[in-house]
């Protein structure tokens, strides 16, 4: 059975913090997309990592692939409150398809 | 800016009622994904589209069907709807090589009473 697992699914820190959120998938994949979404809205994509190794940045948010662990991190540095939303990974398995995680819940605390 | 357009933020339909969602994305995409959102579930696919009159189903097509006959524009049906259809619905379009992700829409709350 294809699985996208995140973990942790729910996570509050204070602000100024690093954390790491870790995606794992049970099939081989080669690209992994980062997604994040605010409450009542839509996703947003974050950042698209297609090959192993592949590391990419933006602000505070950090994300990389390890193909052959089947794992992606989304790392946060000295978290802010704006960071506050739910992030998914999605594992692309080919045939047009994208499995997403449950998504993970990020509470950043004043 | 490029975007994927749902037609309705918000929707309340009865029980019963035919309703269609509508998606309209000005990216060229090749490919189109209707999925639903619901808590504790995280997101399923109902179908996608890779290209124009075709249609692939997804995880969860049962009581849904979709109409594609122009490249940009998705169209999700709900033929009778009912109450444990009321969901958020997102539609998403891709390049056929999915080299940057997907792009989603802003999302339809769908409400059967």
């Known amino acids: 059975e294809l699985k996208v697992e995140q973990n942790p699914l729910f996570l509050s820190m204070q602000e100024g913090k690093n954390y790491t959120i870790y995606c794992n998938y049970s099939?081989?994949?080669?690209?992994l997309y980062w997604y994040r979404q605010d409450p009542g809205k839509s996703l947003e994509s974050l950042f698209v990592l297609l090959s192993n190794g592949a590391v990419k940045q933006e602000g505070r948010l950090m994300a990389s692939l390890d193909t052959k662990a089947r794992l992606s991190t989304l790392h946060i540095t000295a978290a802010v409150h704006d960071l506050s939303a739910t992030y998914f990974c999605a594992v692309d398995i080919g045939d047009d398809k994208i499995i997403f995680g449950k998504g993970t819940r990020l509470h950043i605390l004043p | 800016d490029v975007k994927v357009t749902q037609s309705s933020r918000y929707l309340v339909k009865r029980t019963g009622e035919k309703v269609f969602l509508e998606c309209v994305q000005d990216?060229?995409?090749?490919?189109m994904f209707w999925y639903r959102q619901d808590p504790g579930l995280g997101l399923r696919l109902i179908y996608f589209?890779?290209?124009?009159?075709?249609?692939e189903k997804g995880d969860i097509p049962e009581g849904y069907s979709v109409s594609r006959e122009k490249k940009e524009r998705f169209s999700l049906i709900l033929e009778s709807a009912s109450t444990n259809q009321t969901s958020m619905y997102l539609c998403?379009?891709?390049?056929?090589?999915?080299?940057?992700?997907?792009?989603f829409g802003s999302g339809t709350r769908l409400t059967v009473v």
């Open positions: 589209s890779y290209d124009v009159k075709m249609k």
């Open positions: 099939t081989t994949s080669d690209r």
């Open positions: 990216m060229d995409h090749e490919n």
């Open positions: 998403a379009s891709s390049r056929w090589d999915r080299g940057y992700g997907y792009t």
